[in-house]
């Protein structure tokens, strides 16, 4: 008799539920974990992305553990870092904040990275970072106010969302697209995959 697998996914994101979904794999459960993102005294961005996912990973885990109804679950969590050379860019949450990201990555290359961490149902912690290569075009000032006023940059790392209109800022491209939009399905399917979660047991259900 196979044993009915769980997911919980640490995030709230609306994104890395969808990309998720987009791969066929519904979380059985959404337990965003609410920990201080202030990056520590020179901390690298890449040790940021897997630092934060692995705190949101552990915290999630140890929080379905205090439950009495407590069922072994696979935990996953991600966290993504917009980032100019070592200078580590907001989560935007004012205009101010979006209008100086642009202002910064105009005519720029930048790096997203991704941290992906996942808990076993038996308590194993196995992580991945992901980096992805942008370079964005040279962006006026009045480019960079409309787009500040759709606000669509709200809440996102880098304070742009490239799978919306800032999709049209983006000269160049070197590595994953999913990584910029928030969870590289590459690699978190691979490493569901590798700790035995069945990843493709919805696909047959999605045919049209």
Known sequence: MSILQKLVLASGSPRRIELLQQAGIEPDRILPADIDETPLRAEHPRSLAKRLSKEKAEKAFASLKSETDHAPSFV????????????????????????????????????????????????????????????????PREEIDAYVASGEWRGKAGGYAVQGLAGAFVVKLVGSYTNIVGLPLYETVALLSGEGFKTHQNWLSARP
């Open 76 to 139: 996953l969590a991600a966290d993504t870092v917009v980032a100019v050379g070592r200078r580590i860019l907001p989560k935007a949450e004012t205009l101010d904040d979006a209008a100086n990201c642009l202002g910064l990555l105009s005519g720029r290359s930048h790096r997203v990275y991704s941290g992906i961490c996942l808990i076993t149902p038996g308590g194993k912690l196995r992580q991945r970072l992901v980096e992805t290569r942008v370079r964005f075009k040279r962006l």
